[in-house]
Nanobody, 119 residues
Framework: QVQLVESGGGLVQAGGSLRLSCVASTSLGTIHDMAWYRQAPGQQREFVGSINRRELVRYSDSVRGRFVISRESARNTAYLQMSRLKPEDTARYYC?????????????WGQGTQVTVSS
C-alpha cells in the first residue's frame, strides 16, 4: 500500500515556480510533522523545511524567503510552493511524515518527485 505520494515536480526555467504536494495515507495514523527534503545527484539528502500540526514552519537558509510550506490537515496533505527557483534547486524532493499509529511513532518517506531548474 502506497502510504505517501509526492507530485508536482517537473522542468522549469530559473526564476519560475512549482508547487509540490504530499499526500499521506490515513493508514499512517495521526500525522504530526510533515517535512520536505531534497537530494541532488552525488549529494547528501538535505532538509528543506517542515510544518507541524500547529502549522509552525521551519526552513533551511537556502530556501527561506523563496519557498513556502503549508498543509491541509483534514486531507493529510502538505504543499511546498517554490518560487524564484534557481538551477541549484535541482534535486529530487522527498516528503517525510512523522505520525503516531496506536502507540507507535512512525517516520515515513515518499518516493520523491524530480525538480529540474534550467538556467
Amino acid at each position: 500500500q502506497v502510504q505517501l505520494v509526492e507530485s508536482g515536480g517537473g522542468l522549469v526555467q530559473a526564476g519560475g515556480s512549482l508547487r509540490l504536494s504530499c499526500v499521506a495515507s490515513t493508514s499512517l495514523g495521526t500525522i504530526h510533522d510533515m517535512a520536505w527534503y531534497r537530494q541532488a545527484p552525488g549529494q547528501q539528502r538535505e532538509f528543506v523545511g517542515s510544518i507541524n500540526r500547529r502549522e509552525l514552519v521551519r526552513y533551511s537558509d537556502s530556501v527561506r524567503g523563496r519557498f513556502v510550506i503549508s498543509r491541509e490537515s483534514a486531507r493529510n496533505t502538505a504543499y511546498l510552493q517554490m518560487s524564484r527557483l534557481k538551477p541549484e534547486d535541482t534535486a529530487r524532493y522527498y516528503c517525510k511524515v512523522d505520525s503516531i499509529l496506536d502507540v507507535n511513532e512512525l517516520s515515513t518517506w515518499g518516493q520523491g518527485t524530480q525538480v529540474t531548474v534550467s538556467s
